[in-house]
């Protein structure tokens, strides 16, 4: 594509870098950056102060970066926001393309190509290959992230109730309120809470409703429900 520095990470939350077999980062042993003095895999704070990861928290889409600005295939509040936050520091960048990579359980990764070529007509070469860097991107993260990881990998299965007593939890209904709404007993509220939150290893209510948001038993917009309460049908 013309943009032959790469960078990538397997959890922008995390201080860790991807690594090899045989332990060295891959940004030493296979991916290289423009500047090589720059270890940002080094540097924990490297992800709060770079505007190529912010974006990704942003916008789950592929996109694009050039002459001070961000842009993708539509139009984008996000990646607007982040632009008009001020100067970006491009760390020698002229031109990049960002793959996000959104896993299950709220892990984000992100694959960065960019170029330090001026001028370099990155929303032609985007819009030529944005779809294949993005599935690249999702098989390179999810692959690492799986050769990783331990732990159960099936999803919690929640029942019914289970997720109407969460739904409502996060949208703020105290047990009684959640028990009137949903025309169970108070107690009855408590067990289903309870038993969905050991479901999901959560240690309370609020990493409970957390994960559940996480898996997509519970939409982002619940805990913020404006609608009357309703009862609900058996």
Not at 124 to 147: D, G, I, M, S
Not at 172 to 189: C, Q, R, Y
Not at 190 to 199: D, L, Q, V
């Amino acid at each position: 594509m013309g943009l032959p520095y790469v960078a990538a990470a397997a959890d922008i939350g995390s201080t860790r870098p991807m690594r090899g077999s045989d332990g060295r980062p891959l940004a030493e042993s296979v991916f290289r950056w423009i500047d090589p003095d720059l270890r940002y895999w080094e540097d924990r704070a490297f992800a709060l102060r770079a505007a190529f990861i912010h974006a990704a928290r942003g916008c789950s889409e592929p996109f694009y970066f050039a002459a001070g600005r961000f842009g993708s295939w539509r139009p984008n509040r996000a990646l607007d926001a982040i632009t008009n936050e001020g100067p970006i520091d491009t760390f020698g960048v002229t031109a990049a393309i960002v793959a996000p990579a959104y896993l299950p359980g709220g892990v984000i990764g992100a694959v960065v190509w960019a170029t330090a070529e001026p001028g370099f007509e990155i929303e032609a070469v985007f819009a030529a290959h944005a779809t294949q860097v993005h599935a690249l991107a999702l098989k390179l993260v999810a692959t690492y992230e799986e050769a990783v990881t331990t732990g159960e990998a099936t999803p919690a299965r929640l029942t019914r109730r289970e997720i109407q007593c969460l739904k409502w939890a996060a949208a703020g209904k105290t047990d009684a309120e959640i028990g009137d709404i949903v025309a169970i007993s108070l107690p009855t509220v408590r067990f289903h809470i309870t038993n969905a939150g050991r479901k999901l290893g959560a240690g309370g209510r609020s990493q409970a409703i957390s994960r559940a948001a996480t898996l997509g038993y519970i939409g982002a917009g619940e805990g913020h429900a404006t609608s009357s309460p309703m009862r609900s049908r058996p």
